[in-house]
């Protein structure tokens, strides 16, 4: 079964430092979902790709978050730099395209991110 | 913007009890409901949807009901197996927003043995 991969896993870093997580998702896939997950909460969007332009960025801070989907397959989210409050588990989904009203969104593992 | 609240925050339910979890949401324009399933350390899974076109659909143990009018969606899970405790979230998403969905807050769910 095709699944959304993800990595690292798990990222520990300090405040100010710079970190990036990787996502490539389900082949044929033209949209690509990055979320963000504090813990005890749902996923909040930060960025939703279609094949590599951007669709919506307005919850992504712009200041420190940069995403980016070069050859409209395989994405990067860069966290520059990091702060304590970004600690948080990051998703990765995507969704095939399709007609209609809602498109299935199929996540991967995440990558859970301390920043110390 | 679409609002989706969620409740319980957490249930605990006998195993081979019946589970029930609902949402409101706000967008009147919503018309795809998710349910998701979240287990520790993973991803959200889909585990049902429903569409604005039909007001109820099962799947084994697994019924989602849709109230346009009243702007709400429950899931109930019936026959409750140890399997079934992770925390489970709503969403709603309408296709004039590209698909975008909006999480509500979830239900940690425990199946007692």
């Known amino acids: 079964e095709a699944e959304v991969a993800q990595s690292p896993r798990y990222k520990i870093t300090e405040k100010s430092q710079a970190v990036a997580f990787w996502c490539d998702p389900i082949?044929?896939?033209?949209?690509l979902y990055w979320y963000r997950q504090i813990l005890g909460q749902g996923p909040e969007l930060l960025v939703q790709?279609?094949?590599?332009?951007?669709?919506?960025d307005s919850q992504l801070p712009k200041d420190r978050f940069s995403a980016e989907r070069l050859k409209g397959v395989d994405s990067t989210l860069k966290i520059q730099p990091a702060e304590l409050g970004d600690s948080a588990m990051y998703l990765c989904?995507?969704?095939?395209?399709?007609?209609?009203?809602?498109?299935?969104?199929?996540f991967g593992a995440g990558t859970r991110l301390s920043v110390l | 913007g679409e609002n989706v609240e969620q409740h319980p925050s957490t249930l605990s339910v006998q195993e081979g009890d019946s589970a029930v979890i609902k949402c409101t949401y706000s967008?009147?324009?919503?018309?795809?409901f998710p349910w998701y399933k979240q287990e520790l350390g993973k991803g959200p899974q889909l585990i049902i949807d429903?569409?604005?076109?039909?007001g109820e659909k099962k799947d084994q143990r697994i019924a989602v009901t849709l109230n346009k009018t009243a702007k709400h969606f429950s899931l109930h899970i019936t026959e409750t197996q140890p399997e079934d405790s992770a925390v489970y979230f709503c969403?709603?998403?309408?296709?004039?927003?590209?698909?975008?969905?909006?999480f509500g807050s979830g239900t940690r769910l425990s199946i007692r043995p």
């Open positions: 082949s044929g896939h033209a949209t």
């Open positions: 969403a709603a998403s309408s296709y004039s927003s590209a698909s975008k969905i909006i």
């Open positions: 429903i569409r604005s076109n039909v």
């Open positions: 967008d009147s324009a919503s018309n795809y």
């Open positions: 989904a995507s969704s095939p395209r399709r007609q209609g009203a809602g498109d299935i969104q199929y």
């Open positions: 790709f279609q094949d590599e332009s951007v669709v919506d």
